[in-house]
C-alpha cells in the first residue's frame, strides 16, 4: 500500500510564496503522474496541476498557470514532487492535495486516475 503525504502548507500574506511537496512513504519501482488538487469549505476538490512521471509534460488550470510550478525529484526514493506557488492570492486559501496515478502519463485532472491520495495540508493567504 502507497502511502502519499504532504507538506509545507501554512500561512502566507498575498504576494508571498510558498512550496508544497508530496512524497510516497515507500518505494515504488517507477515514478508516476502526480497531481495538486485543492478544495475549499463546502465544495468539491478542483485538479491545479499535473506532472508525468518523468516530469517532461506538466499542465495548469487557468487560475494558478503563469503563479505555481511543478517540479520533481525522481533520484530520491520517495519520487518527491515540489508545487511552487508565487504570488498567492487570497483566494488561493484552500486545502491542498497531493495524489499519485498508476502511471507516467497523466490524463488531464480527472481524479479516477489518481490511485493514491494524501491528508492535505492548508494553505491560508491573508491580504
Known amino acids: 500500500q502507497v502511502h502519499v503525504a504532504e507538506s509545507g502548507g501554512g500561512s502566507v500574506q498575498a504576494g508571498g510564496s510558498l512550496r508544497l511537496s508530496c512524497e510516497v512513504s515507500?518505494?515504488?519501482?517507477?515514478?508516476?503522474?502526480t497531481g495538486w488538487f485543492r478544495q475549499y469549505p463546502n465544495k468539491g476538490r478542483e485538479g491545479i496541476a499535473t506532472?508525468?512521471?518523468?516530469?517532461?509534460?506538466?499542465?495548469?488550470s487557468d487560475d494558478v498557470n503563469g503563479r505555481f510550478t511543478l517540479t520533481r525529484d525522481n533520484v530520491n526514493a520517495k519520487h518527491t514532487v515540489y508545487l511552487q506557488m508565487d504570488s498567492l492570492k487570497p483566494e488561493d486559501s484552500a486545502i491542498y492535495y497531493c495524489?499519485?496515478?498508476?502511471?507516467?502519463?497523466?490524463?488531464?485532472?480527472?481524479?479516477?486516475?489518481?490511485?493514491?491520495w494524501g491528508q492535505g495540508t492548508q494553505v491560508t493567504v491573508s491580504t
Open positions: 515507500e518505494w515504488t519501482r517507477d515514478p508516476t503522474c
Open positions: 495524489a499519485r496515478a498508476g502511471g507516467n502519463y497523466c490524463s488531464g485532472f480527472g481524479e479516477r486516475q489518481f490511485r493514491w
Open positions: 506532472i508525468s512521471g518523468t516530469g517532461w509534460q506538466t499542465r495548469y
